[in-house]
């Protein structure tokens, strides 16, 4: 295999084999060809693209460059939700607790917030004492014991993974649908799962804008799950405005376990209940939505889905106290209310100018090497649509000093737009796709 | 300027500004973009293309990367030739010294050797004591001195396009005709030239193989030269077959010097002679081809061309002597007579095995590292269409040794095919092209 003859082709939009994708991926990893050839070669992915056989061998490359969670002796429905990412997006922190308490077995692998988006290992950290760097052994010896786990991506799960996406990141080759499908499912069926359900985010704040590619990537990882046994189900959910209220790393752990205990924001909620009414159906937990919905809600109100997070914090030796009382968790040193500029409707809170903020006030990531805040955020009571006048509190700010709260409130100002007319948002839920095809979503 | 902003643009299709192309190869040489971004940002430039606008900003900007023969005091016309490149192309050997002894000024800035092709400065390497890696300033004053110089491509020259070319060669994105073009005219642009004839190969031994990608490097290398000031014109010639008979380093060079003492194969002086009329006629030195063609016949039969390379040889430190015996150029230690295998016609020479056999005899570069002994190659006596016997002498291996004579046998065998009827081959000049247009070209 010779790296260069594989670039010649694949540039002249010819097909790279099952076999040569092993032996680049493995060549690389082994440092044997060079980042500036691997680079060459993404960007003639990127503008040639894959077809699905060879998405299909990608994924197996770069799940077979490493380990995985061998759970074939768990008879249980083992099935993990992934979001392709947004602000104020805690749903894994309340939909991985609540469907483990009903009998899904959920192995979740999370990764941490880059740029504007915030990652749910992010959120866990919050949580004094828990440890999110779990080893595959402990991994699966704790989904035995309690149906759940929440780790980050260890080093033994597609290593090839970590470092393509190091250099995908400096060589403007990271949108590209056939990469990002084949890095999520690489990663996703290495937890050895039955189903996955798939939130795909669209609108200004998410990765992929438009309806369009936000389908296309939907169908590319079904198509692979099929490829590779994992039945794959996605929905298209908002990302016009952050999810929930609460934006910032422990502000969105308490707005989860509020969640949990059945106070949870609207949106939020249906958001969660409608994924994981998926993952019940997935799973043969339920026989359709409604029933699917039924069961969750009374998981959360029975308190089986708040006391499973207990369970999961506990033995990832975090401090499971913080359930009942989430006042243990970080907190901001200075905390402002934030008033309305005008009066008006809220036409737009964007998701992208909210996350910036949050990096502003030190809990977010401009690069992987920065560390973060966990305490400070944003609280943002109002959604499109409402109608405020001028001064009323809309949203807090929670920062670490005075200077933090002049950031945050700046970032605030340019993040929600006040006008006498508000075009309607973004449908929270507006598709669901399955290998039969793509149907509105009706709530 | 930073260097993902630009990747991104390029890959979506956009355009690069002349301050752009001048800050990323600065920041290119100073090594402040690393070369797997410049790998990346190359495979967008081969797979979206540049436009004209572009090609000129990047040619300027590679051309201020380093220094320039400042030639403004020199009244005559300063012409150059530059090739494409094949097996058996000694034209520059022989034309550089003709058209010096006629009046025109050569400043020939020549380069190696690699893969199937070989190079002038090998060639002239042959000549012992012969140096090429003159500085800009002694070949100033050896064209000022004697009118012609024949050099390598100094450091001082076009820095980045060095470097380029070494990242190009490792990730497939050579064969660019916006990377050609631009990098051949900031060569050659840096010459201080007043006209430039290009000499395209097409045929299967040629870079770009087909006469639409022939004419396309041609009409681009026009628009480069009329936006710098300097004319341009091309000539489209046969490289489905070698170019005279001598094949490897000293052989050509002995078959140069045969071809200015009178005693040349008609196709080399055939091809000569046309570029040789299009410098004399650019310089003004001749009002049409036929007065130009008997102008350097007149040259060759004087004496004077001879001379003039005698001239060049003993500025540039080498023995003139072999002029008047080429048999002081390095010898090959094994000589064998190759034969035809078969009765019939010669159908095909094809010149990228013959350039492999080169290689595998020890004098041609699989890599730029590699060494290359000067005295092995082939004198191939037949052409595309001869009529052959079984067992008629056709060509001679030159070799180190046995085995080396073996192997030159062998790819003989594979280069030459032997048929019952030939096609015939390419004309051997077809086309020029100028700011004018194509036309073909009439013998």
């Given at each position: 295999m010779l790296a260069i003859r594989l670039i010649e082709r694949k540039r002249d939009g010819g097909r790279i084999g099952p076999g040569e994708w092993r032996a680049l991926l493995g060549a690389y990893v082994a440092g044997h060809v060079p980042d500036y050839q691997m680079a060459a070669f993404l960007m003639s992915v990127y503008l040639r693209g894959l077809d699905r056989d060879e998405m299909a061998a990608l994924t197996d490359a770069m799940l077979r460059s490493g380990g995985a969670l061998d759970l074939s002796t768990i008879a249980a429905p083992r099935i993990d939700k992934h979001s392709t990412g947004g602000v104020g997006d805690k749903v894994s922190l309340v939909l991985a607790p609540l469907v483990a308490s009903v009998g899904i077995v959920v192995p979740m692998m999370s990764g941490r917030g880059l740029g504007h988006t915030g990652g749910t290992l992010d959120k866990l950290d919050a949580?004094?004492?828990?440890?999110?760097?779990?080893s595959l052994a402990e991994a699966r010896a704790q989904l035995e014991r309690i149906g759940c786990v929440m780790l980050g991506q260890t080093g033994e799960i597609a290593p090839v993974d970590k470092k393509l996406y190091a250099l995908r990141d400096a060589t403007?080759?990271?949108?590209?649908i056939p990469l990002i499908a084949s890095s999520i499912m690489s990663k996703k069926l290495a937890e050895g799962l039955t189903g996955l359900v798939l939130d795909v985010k669209r609108g200004s704040?998410?990765?992929?804008?438009?309806l369009e590619r936000g389908i296309e990537l939907a169908e590319t990882m079904i198509a692979l799950g099929a490829a590779h046994g994992c039945p794959v189900v996605a929905l298209l959910t908002a990302m016009d405005r952050p999810l929930g209220r609460a934006c910032g790393n422990a502000l969105e752990t308490e707005e989860a376990i509020q969640a949990l205990k059945g106070d949870g924001p609207a949106d939020l909620m249906e958001v969660t209940y409608a994924l994981g009414a998926e993952m019940l159906i997935l799973g043969g937990l339920a026989p359709d939505r409604g029933s699917a919905i039924e069961t969750l809600k009374g998981a959360v109100s029975s308190g089986a889905a708040a006391e499973k997070l207990k369970e999961i914090v506990e033995a990832q030796g975090?401090?499971?106290a913080v359930v009942d009382d989430p006042a243990l968790l970080p907190q901001a040193e200075a905390i402002e209310l934030f008033r309305a500029t005008?009066?008006?409707?809220?036409a737009q809170i964007e998701p992208r100018a909210v996350g910036r903020g949050i990096i502003a006030l030190g809990g977010g990531r401009a690069t992987m090497e920065d560390t973060i805040d966990p305490g400070v955020g944003f609280v943002i009571t109002v959604k499109p649509g409402d109608w405020v006048e001028a001064g009323e509190p809309i949203a807090s700010v929670f920062a670490r000093d005075e200077s933090g709260l002049r950031a945050g409130a700046g970032a605030l100002r340019d993040a929600i737009r006040i006008a006498d007319e508000a075009e309607p948002p973004l449908a929270l839920i507006s598709h669901r796709v399955t290998r039969e095809g793509v149907e509105a979503y009706a709530s």
């Open positions: 949580i004094p004492g828990f440890r999110s760097d779990l403007a080759t990271v949108e590209s704040g998410s990765f992929l804008t438009t975090g401090n499971p005008r009066r008006g409707f809220i």
